[in-house]
């Protein structure tokens, strides 16, 4: 059975960092494009960051620089480390998995869904 668990999130002020965390298992992990998206009540669930099973990462314009996705794969965990963190990063967090050598954009086409995980960060 295929599940990812995202830890982490919480409350944060403006400036502040977090790392969040998402513990796969039932799949091969190292074999996987894993994925951070995000949801806030005003948007549809963006992509913000992106690791192929190589280690080569991507990242959305809007957290370019601030935030860095890395993965652990003798641990089977996905991380996303958020700094200068803004109110407008508020939003439920997931992470997400997909079989491919490359990450797709598109939400859509991912396999694999965490349950989400609230990161909110106040002015």
């Known amino acids: 059975q295929v599940q990812l668990v995202e830890s982490g999130g919480g409350s944060v002020q403006a400036g502040g960092s977090l790392r969040l965390s998402c513990a796969a298992s039932g799949f091969t992990f190292s074999r996987y494009c894993m994925a951070w998206f995000r949801r806030t009540p005003r948007k549809e669930r963006e992509g913000v960051a992106f690791i192929v099973s190589n280690f080569g990462t991507s990242y959305a314009d809007v957290v370019k620089g601030r935030a860095t996705i890395s993965r652990d794969n003798a641990k089977n965990t996905l991380y996303l480390q958020m700094n200068s963190l803004k109110p407008e990063d508020t939003a439920v967090y997931y992470c997400?998995?997909?079989?491919?050598?490359?990450?797709?954009?598109?939400?859509?086409?991912?396999?694999?869904w965490g349950q989400g995980i609230q990161v909110t960060v106040s002015s």
């Open positions: 997400a998995a997909i079989l491919r050598s490359y990450c797709p954009v598109s939400q859509a086409e991912y396999d694999y």
